[in-house]
Every structure is written in structure tokens, then in C-alpha cells.
């Protein structure tokens, strides 16, 4: 049974500047619970109670939104608060078992470097990974990353990744897949390639970040060599893209697609209010 998670959290938010400067954008609201919150959530749902958090260093905010606070507990029973009490306190509840890493800024930068950095908290054990900024929105928090270990365990898949449809004209914002033709397992992906624009990219699925992963990956990360994430970036980051693609070649990854539920980004501010608004309807 899978019961760990790594979650990057330790962007620097410069699309969300000035307030981003003390204030991790994973923390933003989306309604009126943090992004995270909604990530630890679906961990919860589907199982997972041994979580890394990678974040900013010399940033704790994090921490203590999670961690106990019995004095602030009490503010809030003051001004009957008692939902919001609630709310923490199920995730209390849970019994979490937390690992918090900073990410200094002396290291690689990239996708993949939050697992590099949780190796000690991985060891030998398949994980999921997150990234901090992305969220699917679901009846049922947990539905979709229970389905995608379920397809890691039936096929003993080295990654299995989400993936969903997007128009076109953003494919170059993200990595497309190509499957595999006639092979014996549901969407497994022959490459994936990272912001290619549609002229030249293998599809419009795109990964979004909601990965499975066994142990396997690490030694890959560290081999892997840094490229520029884009071909406007002159700085190179170690690409957690490139990680799938390589894996790809003699192993097997696996492209699921999200059937019941939506995957929304929050990563900059148009798209962080688009999520929201949708989080408001869905609910409403």
C-alpha cells in the first residue's frame, strides 16, 4: 500500500510578487481554504499519510498552518469560528506524519529536485508526487489519485502520470505525451515532450502534476542532466519531464487520463482566479 507523498512546494512565486515575497503562493486561498489544504485533502482520501513538504527555506509558514496551535484554536473558538476549527482539525485527525525539507537555494533548480531532495524520506518505497500549484477538482477528494495508483500496482509501471486534454493553441505550456501503439497496457507512453508548440508536439494530452512513482526514479534524477525549460530561458532547470521520458524508453509509464473530475493550475494570477470561480460554481 502506497503511503507516501512528496509535495514541491518551494517556488519562488514571482508571478504572484509583491505578496509572494514572504507568503508561499501554495498558501493562496482558492474559496476559502489554501491550495494546499486541498492537496493534503486528497493525499487523506486516497490513503497517504506520510507526507514531505518541500518548501522555501527560511519560510515556515507552512508548518504552522498544518501543525497544532492550541493558542490559535482559541482565538478562533472566541469569534465562533467553529467550522474553520473543524476543518484543521480533521486533517489533525489524520494523524499525519510530516517530513518538512527546505529547498536551499543553492541547489538545482527544476520539477525534479523536490525528489531528489526527499530521498531519505522515499528510500526503497513507490510514492506519489505532487506539484504544489496544481488541483483537481472532484466530488470526492482522493477519487482520481486512488484510480492512478491502482493502474501503478496492476501493471508494476515505473511512473504513472496524469494527463488531460487541452486546447492547441497552450500545448507549448506543458508536456505532451505520445502513446504507444498497439501495446498490451492502456495508455502507455512511448515519449513526452516538454513545450513543444502544436506544430511539432505528439499531442494536446498534457501531464499536469499528479504522478505515481516507483523508488526507481531517483537514481534517474541524479544522472539526469539540466536543459532550459524553455527555448525563451536562458537557465537551466532539471526537468521532472525529462525523468517520464527517459523511464519511458525501457520501462513502462503510464499516461492516465482524468475521466471524472478536472485538473486546474493555479500557477499564475489569471489562472489561480479562473480556479477559484470554477471551485465556486462546481460547489455552489
Avoid at 495508483?149 to 505520445?178: C, H, L, T
Amino acid at each position: 500500500m502506497i503511503r507516501k507523498a512528496v509535495i514541491a512546494a518551494a517556488g519562488n512565486g514571482t508571478r504572484f510578487l509583491p505578496v509572494t515575497k514572504i507568503y508561499p503562493k501554495e498558501l493562496l486561498p482558492v474559496l476559502n481554504k489554501p491550495i494546499l489544504h486541498y492537496l493534503v485533502e486528497e493525499l487523506l482520501g486516497a490513503g497517504i499519510d506520510q507526507i514531505c513538504l518541500i518548501h522555501r527555506p527560511d519560510n515556515d509558514s507552512i508548518q504552522r498552518y498544518f501543525l497544532p496551535d492550541k493558542s490559535f484554536k482559541a482565538v478562533l473558538r472566541k469569534a465562533g469560528k467553529l467550522a474553520w476549527i473543524a476543518e484543521l482539525e480533521k486533517i489533525q485527525a489524520a494523524k499525519i506524519k510530516w517530513t518538512f525539507i527546505p529547498q536551499s537555494r543553492k541547489v538545482q533548480y527544476g520539477s525534479g529536485t523536490p525528489v531528489l531532495l526527499a530521498k531519505g524520506f522515499v528510500k526503497k518505497n513507490p510514492f506519489v508526487y505532487f506539484y504544489g500549484d496544481d488541483l483537481v477538482l472532484e466530488r470526492k477528494s482522493g477519487s482520481f489519485l486512488s484510480s492512478l495508483i491502482k493502474i501503478f500496482e496492476r501493471y508494476q509501471a515505473d511512473e504513472v502520470m496524469a494527463v488531460q486534454e487541452v486546447p492547441w493553441d497552450q500545448v507549448n505550456r506543458y508536456g505532451s505525451v505520445r502513446y504507444r501503439q498497439n501495446s498490451r497496457i492502456p495508455y502507455q507512453i512511448e515519449t513526452i515532450e516538454e513545450g513543444l508548440p502544436a506544430g511539432r508536439a505528439p499531442s494536446n494530452m498534457v501531464q499536469f502534476g499528479r504522478f505515481v512513482l516507483s523508488p526507481g526514479v531517483i537514481p534517474v534524477l541524479e544522472k539526469q542532466f539540466p536543459r532550459r525549460a524553455a527555448a525563451s530561458s536562458t537557465k537551466k532547470e532539471l526537468l521532472f519531464t525529462d525523468t517520464g521520458k527517459i523511464l519511458a524508453k525501457e520501462g513502462v509509464v503510464i499516461a492516465w487520463p482524468i475521466k471524472k473530475g478536472k485538473w486546474l493550475t493555479t500557477g499564475d494570477p489569471e489562472r489561480w482566479l479562473q480556479t477559484n470561480l470554477e471551485f465556486q460554481k462546481f460547489f455552489s
